[in-house]
Nanobody, 116 residues
Framework: QVRLVESGGGLVQPGESLRLSCAAS????????MSWYRQAPGKERELVAF????????NYADSVKGRFTISRDDAKYMVYLQMNSLKPEDTAVYYC?????????WGQGTQVTVSS
């Protein structure tokens, strides 16, 4: 069974940093494309960043470019999202997504709230 478990969310003030983690199991992690999405209340889920197998291709949404960094550790079956200079508009539930062999799986999400 594929499992993706996010952690690291919480309440922070604008300008602060947060690191999200996604622990993967039940599939060939190294061959998967891993992504972070987020969904704010009343809005559609949007892509934040993705990283291909071996980290050969990495992309970010324009809204987070220069502030967020996605990375993966295949030996630990983990994907991370380092979020710096957080803004109130970054407030959302953040989801980890895995795509491999045409199969798509999602984590349960972790809440990130940026507020003063």
């Amino acid at each position: 069974q594929v499992r993706l478990v996010e952690s690291g969310g919480g309440l922070v003030q604008p300008g602060e940093s947060l690191r999200l983690s996604c622990a993967a199991s039940g599939f060939t992690f190294s061959m998967s494309t891993m992504s972070w999405y987020r969904q704010a209340p009343g809005k559609e889920r949007e892509l934040v960043a993705f990283i291909s197998p071996f980290g050969s291709v990495i992309n970010y949404a324009d809204s987070v470019k220069g502030r967020f960094t996605i990375s993966r550790d295949d030996a630990k079956y983990m994907v991370y999202l380092q979020m710096n200079s957080l803004k109130p508009e970054d407030t959302a539930v953040y989801y980890c997504k895995a795509v491999k062999g045409g199969n798509v799986n999602w984590g349960q999400g972790t809440q990130v709230t940026v507020s003063s």
